[in-house]
């Protein structure tokens, strides 16, 4: 199955902590056939520092709810705190979109709520797949403008690993 997970950080090292949890997703069995460039982005909620952006296309045969424990393993061992909602934090690991599917069940939501609201996720998956389509049938481009405002360039996919 084809997912897409958003990874956002905005304190410490950004651009180490992007790297250190696409390592650990390859390390813990996910197949990570893409890495999107990084983009600096304003952040969303209470003053805080801006944020480093950037999204990655698994292959896995987990199930949606499966996936999301291992990103919250995987956040919680590169130093995760939990703090105020759309506050700060080290590192931040979304599923975004599952294998082309919806799904609601056990706190899982699939594509996540905000996705098609949020620049910052939008412009690295559709570097990614710039032909990718919401379960709906809706093209994901619809949702972007282009060169959105708060969305900077900063580095080159090979700077994930």
Not at 12 to 26: C, H, P, Q
């Amino acid at each position: 199955m084809k997912v897409y997970v958003g990874l956002g950080s905005n304190l410490g090292d950004r651009l180490e902590n992007l790297k250190r949890a696409v390592a650990s997703m390859r390390s813990r069995g996910l197949n990570v056939l893409a890495t999107s460039s990084v983009y600096e982005t304003d952040p969303v909620g209470p003053p805080q520092p801006d944020f480093l952006n950037a999204a990655v296309e698994i292959e896995s045969d987990l199930e949606a709810g499966e996936i999301v424990a291992l990103l919250k393993e995987i956040e919680a061992a590169n130093g995760r705190q939990e703090t105020e909602r759309w506050g700060p934090r080290e590192i931040d690991l979304d599923l975004l979109l599952f294998d082309g599917r919806v799904v609601s069940e056990g706190g899982v939501t699939v594509p996540h709520p905000e996705l098609t609201n949020r620049p910052f996720v939008l412009v690295p998956v559709l570097e990614l797949d710039p032909d990718l389509e919401l379960p709906s049938g809706e093209p994901l481009e619809a949702f972007c403008e282009n060169n959105p405002e708060g969305v900077k360039f900063f580095s080159d996919p090979a700077s994930l690993g």
